[in-house]
């Protein structure tokens, strides 16, 4: 698998899932670094919107190489961003909620411990979606279209497409600050 060449660089991972009522999902992640940009994406049968949250925000991580230490991820899932706040403390408590309910997707979570590990800082912001934020918004995209393809075609499917410098492709132009993108996002 080909991975980010710039190890040193800060890594942005910009995540999003999409699931419609009969469990047809598709995630996409957008992993930005100084040198270059990858687009992927996937599609789920049988699975939530959560499941697919999730899914964009673990496969962008494990997509860096093992050596990337400062990860910035980016969703507008509030469970997403929620839960990476209380995973640890999850963990901790033998998967329990502070509701006392057993945490969902325990399996995702641990995952999720293991790729953010070691000597990573990795830190999750939030995002509010259909907000203008261009690469949340291609994310969002990308997502529906990994969804659409498997309702049409009733297979699941992967995608992943490389570019060099701040551009996701030749055929788009993505601008990664200005107007109307958030300052916390676009100070990144």
């Not at 899932?17 to 049988?46: F, H, P, T």
């Not at 209380?86 to 945490?103: A, C, I, T, Y």
Request: charged fraction near 25%.
């Amino acid at each position: 698998m080909e991975l980010l060449e710039n190890s040193q660089a800060a890594y942005r991972v910009y995540a999003d899932g999409s699931c419609d009522n009969k469990g047809n999902g598709g995630w996409a992640a957008i992993i930005v670094s100084e040198d270059r940009s990858i687009e992927l994406s996937g599609s789920v049968m049988n699975t939530s919107n959560n499941r697919m949250e999730l899914t964009a925000v673990l496969e962008g991580l494990a997509a860096l190489p093992d050596s990337a230490q400062d990860i910035t991820v980016i969703s507008d899932s509030q469970y997403v961003v929620t839960g990476a706040a209380f995973v640890s403390w999850w963990r901790d408590h033998d998967w329990q909620s502070r509701r006392g309910g057993k945490v969902r997707y325990i399996e995702m979570w641990q995952r999720f411990l293991a790729l953010v590990s070691g000597n990573r800082l990795v830190r999750t912001l939030w995002c509010k979606g259909h907000a203008g934020i261009v690469l949340n918004e291609l994310c969002d995209k990308l997502a529906k279209k990994e969804r659409d393809k498997l309702i049409m075609t009733g297979k699941c499917s992967s995608t992943r497409r490389t570019a060099p410098g701040s551009g996701i492709s030749k055929d788009r132009t993505v601008i990664l600050s200005g107007a109307g993108m958030p300052a916390a996002i676009a100070g990144l």
